[in-house]
C-alpha cells in the first residue's frame, strides 16, 4: 500500500478523458442538488477542500482534492488502493498514473513544463523502463533501459535521419544503425571511448 498522504508527483486513452470529462462535468450538478440553499453561494458553487464518494459499504472511491495546492483525483477499488490518479503537478503540468493492486505507476502519462508529451511504463519497484517521448521539435524518440535505469536502446526520428542505437551497462554506444533523408544507410560500431570503429555504408 501506498502511503495515501504524501502522494505526489501518464484500451484508449481517448475514452480515459470523455469519461473523466464527462464525470467532472456531472460532479457539480450532483453537489449542488444535494446541497441546501444555504450551502451554495450567489452564483451557485460550492466550495470545499475534499470531496470523498463512497460505495454502499462506506468505502471511499472516489477522491477529489489538493497535493500540494495543486488539483488531484483518485480512484480506489475494493481494497482501497489507488488505481487511477489524474491531476497537476507542482509547475501545473498535467499527468495520468495508472497503478496495479499493489499501488504500483505502472503506465505515466504527462506533459512537462514546457508541454512536450511523455508516456512511461514502469516495473514493480517504480523504475522506468521504457519511455516514448517528443523533442522540443516535436520529434519522436523510444527510450529502453536496464534494472538499473541505464539507457541499453534508443529509437528516433528526426528532420535528417531514422536510427537504433544499442549501448551496453554504462549507457555508452555499442553499435547504431541509422537511414538518412535522401541517402544511404549506415550501419555503425563504436569502441569504449564512443568512437566507430567500423561502419559499414
Known amino acids: ?34 446541497a441546501s440553499p444555504a450551502a451554495a453561494d450567489s452564483q451557485r458553487a460550492l466550495v470545499a477542500g475534499e470531496l470523498r464518494l463512497a ?18 483525483l483518485f480512484m480506489l477499488d475494493d ?10 503537478g507542482a509547475a ?23 508541454g512536450r508529451p511523455a508516456f512511461r511504463l514502469a516495473d514493480q519497484r517504480g523504475r522506468e ?9 516535436g520529434h519522436p524518440t523510444l527510450i529502453m533501459r536496464d534494472e538499473g535505469g541505464r539507457d541499453r536502446l534508443a529509437l528516433w526520428r528526426d528532420q535528417k535521419e531514422s536510427g537504433l542505437a544499442l549501448a551496453d ?6 553499435a547504431a544503425f541509422s537511414a538518412p533523408e535522401g541517402g544511404r544507410a549506415r550501419l555503425s560500431f ?3 571511448g564512443g568512437q566507430p570503429y567500423r561502419v559499414f555504408d
Open 1 to 34: 500500500m501506498i502511503q495515501k498522504q504524501t502522494l505526489t508527483l501518464p484500451g484508449s486513452f481517448f475514452f480515459l478523458f470523455a469519461f473523466l470529462a464527462g464525470l467532472a462535468g456531472s460532479l457539480p450538478a450532483l453537489w449542488l442538488t444535494a
Open 169 to 174: 551497462q554504462d549507457s555508452r554506444p555499442l
Open 92 to 114: 501545473g503540468e498535467p499527468h495520468i498514473w495508472l497503478r496495479d493492486q499493489d499501488g504500483a505507476a505502472k503506465v505515466q502519462v504527462a506533459l512537462t513544463g514546457r
Open 129 to 137: 523502463r521504457a519511455i516514448l517521448a517528443l523533442s522540443e521539435e
Open 190 to 192: 563504436f569502441e569504449a
Open 79 to 88: 481494497d482501497g488502493e489507488y488505481r487511477l490518479e489524474m491531476g497537476l
Open 55 to 72: 460505495d454502499d459499504s462506506g468505502r471511499t472511491r472516489l477522491l477529489l482534492t489538493l497535493v500540494q495546492g495543486q488539483p488531484r
